[in-house]
């Protein structure tokens, strides 16, 4: 029941009109979908600096990527 009424909520909220400047509506989650769907597409970005270390610990402990 309580499944039935979100979907309902969600279909009544994707289809209402965005305000001016706005070219779509988001609801709690989509930020979240969008980044996981770019990060399967493109990795995960990493700080340089974090990338470095990474680097060098593989290399003293003989690991290969």
Sequence with gaps: MISKH???W????RS???VEGQDRLIIPGDPERESEKERMISGIP??????QDLK?????FNITF
């Design 6 to 8: 979100m979907d309902n």
């Design 56 to 60: 060098e610990l593989g290399t003293k």
């Design 46 to 51: 990493l700080n340089p600096k974090v990338a």
């Design 10 to 13: 969600i279909t009544r909220f």
């Design 16 to 18: 209402a009109k965005t």
